[in-house]
């Protein structure tokens, strides 16, 4: 089956590094991430871009709270910081509210690791409308004191006393780019001169609300000020203005203003044309280095401004004025999106070779790219409808991709693996599920239209919790009946009936990789043999309930079956586990990869298992399946039993005759932390020594989720030409597809 290219699967040489870091610089941070996440080709290019410059400014508070940790702890991380933006608001919700002890250790910890640090945000959320109900803390200066780094530029939003904010300011003297949210009223404090608060001033941001806060701009207009944005709170008269341009005669590098009046008077407001001719010679000659001016006093253009004589007579008064911005109420200003890729020269590099970047993007990455440059968009819409995941999908956005598909069978030609929800939500555009029938017309079409797919996956939104309320529809096997594809891969999660889903598996034949979900007693139909059901599978995922299920597992066990998943939804387990692989003792042949999971009815984080309990599995396992390379046995073992002192399970692992990959399941309910890491190498180490094929022992787990203990999720390797000697290689768990993709 063609999918996407595996990360491993292309010349780390086929695009060289130096020629992405201007597109990585270019694009915003979530795309960054998930190109980190995805590529192991840039990881470290784009993790050094990440943490150059980060920007939490609409971050929640768990990931304020994970990277401040990230920080403390990766000091290398740490050093790579120059630019910070943080939300000046931190939301709490009912999820994450006991983390803001976490954090407020965390944040000062966080800053005083970051010494080459030079510019810091402190912004509002872009998103959130705060209200009464709206639960959150507001940033205070405290975690900024004290720092090593000398910032070049500061920009807050956060309304502080000048009492809290005079500290800061007086030790960032290095300060050249000044933004200021709120009124300050800053004085230098005790013990030193105005000459020595901020000397290097360029560029400033204020707010006037009075002539009484004029002394902050006395302040600035003695510094080699070049650029200055005023945002009144107050009147905007003639007089406010001569007030503040005569308080700033002292700079005379100012070439660039910005005064806004609209934070006060909304576009109804008419203003006379003899307002803004005074105002503009007020300016004129009081800075006389002007080159850019915006003056934002809207003018409403029912007054027929622009038959004014006078005020373009006033801009006679500018000496070296290049560029006049004004307002106006009805035509609107298109403001410019920073974060918006640009575009480089279609040649900088060839299309070919970003086939494989292509390959592992996520929709939402290529959905943006095809939006943003025309260069890229038909090589993206190829790699977008090859494989096509609707799964968070509303019925809505299915309804019209299956349109789509239907009207453009090259579209449909291309498509080659879908995945689709098993629950279609009827969201409030939808118009209380209207759109139901449209989807019940068009996915058979658009199922028929695809005769080239060859992986079908039916999976549970990912965030969807049902209760009586959600409104919506299950998908049911009908639109997948008499298609013209031949399926290599299909997996579901739905709960079909037996007779339900024979027809479909009995057409696709073809089918090698087979994930059902629940548990279905499978049969041939009738006039056809055994050996004609399903005859090429190599890959299952299935469930067990009891006895009368195993006749799945007579099946697939006839066949030439390399990985399975079996999970179990029964009691006593030892029983069950004796029946499945007496069961599938035709596949010893061929069988290399095997997970049991027993966790999903005992609830495996509360059950204790004894050593003896494990001990016979493993054997039992061990003298079924020679060939066995992989293992995952998901019964949880509790740390607080000590389990890394048992002696008989790692002995019972000498029965394996060529087990590579050994994955248990732990849990650590009393937050035992490293000690478990401590202990578990010892464990490792006897595993190693008494099964020599042993190469790695993987241990997952979780902790409690309030809990600040390092999850135990643990990797030990065996070290190259040693019988027992290991590494930890990891603190992550293998994947929990590492059965079937390992």
């Known amino acids: 089956m063609s999918k996407p290219m595996s990360r491993g699967s292309y010349s780390l040489s086929a695009i060289p590094i130096e020629l992405l870091q201007p597109i990585f610089q270019a694009l915003p941070q979530g795309e960054l991430f998930r190109i980190c996440a995805l590529s192991r080709t840039f990881h470290k290019e784009v993790a050094r871009v990440l943490y150059r410059h980060v ?80 639960k959150g803390s507001f940033l205070n200066i405290k975690p900024f004191l004290g720092c090593s780094f000398r910032l070049k530029t500061f920009r807050s939003e956060i309304h502080w006393s000048d009492s809290n904010i005079s500290p800061f300011l007086h030790e960032q003297s290095q300060i050249q780019d000044l933004e200021m949210g709120g009124r300050w009223n800053l004085t230098p404090p005790p013990g030193s001169t105005p000459a020595s608060l901020l000397p290097r001033l360029s560029v400033v941001s204020a ?42 005669a002292p700079a005379g590098t100012l070439t660039h203003l910005d005064l806004d009046d609209n934070c006060v008077f909304g576009p109804s407001t008419t203003i006379r044309e003899n307002y803004f001719v005074e105002a503009l010679v007020i300016i004129a000659r009081g800075l006389p280095k002007l080159k850019f001016l915006r003056f934002s006093k809207r003018i ?165 919790i049902l209760h009586n309320r959600t409104k919506g529809s299950f998908l049911d096997i009908k639109p997948f009946l008499g298609c013209s594809f031949r399926l290599k891969t299909f997996r579901s999660e739905i709960n079909l009936p037996d007779s339900d889903i024979l027809p479909f598996i009995h057409e696709q034949s073809q ?48 066949r030439p079956l390399t990985r399975l998943r079996i999970c179990l939804y029964t009691y006593p387990f030892q029983d069950a586990i004796a029946g499945i692989i007496h069961t599938l003792a035709p596949a010893k042949a061929t069988l290399t990869h095997l997970e049991l999971d027993d966790n999903r009815i005992f609830g495996g984080h509360r059950t204790t298992t004894s050593e003896n309990y494990f001990v016979e599995a493993l054997v039992l396992i ?50 035992t932390g490293k000690g478990a890491r401590e202990h578990s190498r010892g464990f490792a180490q006897r595993c190693m020594a008494l099964c020599p094929t042993l190469r790695c022992l993987a241990i997952t787990g979780h902790v409690p989720l309030q809990s600040d203990t390092v999850p135990q999720h643990m990797s030990f390797t065996r070290t190259p030409g040693s019988d027992s000697s290991i590494l930890i290689s990891s603190l992550k768990a293998l994947d929990k597809s590492a059965w079937r993709d390992a």
């Open 55 to 134: 920007d939490l400014a609409d971050s929640t508070l768990a990931q304020c709270t994970s990277w401040a940790r990230q920080i403390v702890t990766r000091c290398d991380l740490a050093q790579l910081t120059l630019t910070l933006s943080l939300p000046g608001y931190i939301l709490e919700d009912d999820s994450y509210g006991g983390l803001v002890p976490f954090l407020a250790v965390r944040l000062p910890k966080a800053m005083r690791a970051m010494p080459n640090l030079t510019s810091l945000a402190l912004e509002r959320h872009r998103h959130p409308i705060l209200h009464n109900r709206t």
């Open 207 to 248: 707010d006037y609300r009075s002539r009484q806060n004029l002394s902050l701009f006395t302040i600035i207009a003695s510094r080699p000020l070049t650029r200055l944005r005023i945002c009144a709170f107050a009147s905007l008269s003639t007089r406010a203005i001569t007030d503040i341009i005569h308080t700033l």
């Open 300 to 464: 409403a253009l029912d007054p027929s401004p622009w038959d004014w004589l006078e005020l373009p007579r006033a801009l006679s008064a500018f000496k070296g004025l290049e560029m006049l911005m004004l307002d106006n109420t009805s035509i609107p200003t298109l403001q410019p999106d920073m974060s918006i890729l640009q575009v480089r020269p279609s040649s900088a590099i060839p299309i070919e070779l970003l086939q494989p970047i292509f390959q592992l993007l996520s929709q939402g990455e290529l959905f943006r790219i095809c939006a943003l440059s025309h260069t890229f968009h038909e090589e993206v819409v190829r790699v977008l409808y090859r494989h096509v995941d609707l799964v968070d999908s509303a019925l809505e956005q299915c309804s019209s991709w299956a349109c789509q598909i239907i009207t453009r069978c090259d579209l449909a030609q291309l498509t080659l693996a879908l995945s689709l929800p098993v629950f279609l939500r009827w969201e409030k555009d939808d118009g209380g599920g209207v759109l139901v029938p449209f989807l019940a017309v068009r996915l058979p079409k658009a199922m028929r239209a695809m005769a080239n797919l060859t992986s079908l996956t039916l999976e549970q939104h990912c965030y969807l």
């Open 511 to 558: 089918i090698q990789d087979l994930e059902m979900g629940g548990c279905w007693n499978l049969t041939p139909p009738l006039g056809s043999t055994p050996a004609s059901f399903l005859p090429h599978l190599t890959v299952v995922s299935a469930g067990y309930r009891s006895r009368q299920n195993l006749s799945l597992f007579t099946i697939i066990a006839s």
């Open 622 to 671: 061990a003298r079924s399946f020679p060939k066995l390379k992989f293992l995952h046995f998901s019964k949880r073992i509790a740390l607080d039993q000590s389990p890394w002192d048992w002696l008989e399970l790692s002995r019972a692992l000498s029965a394996f005759e060529g087990l590579e990959t050994l994955m248990l399941d732990a849990r650590d309910d009393e937050g």
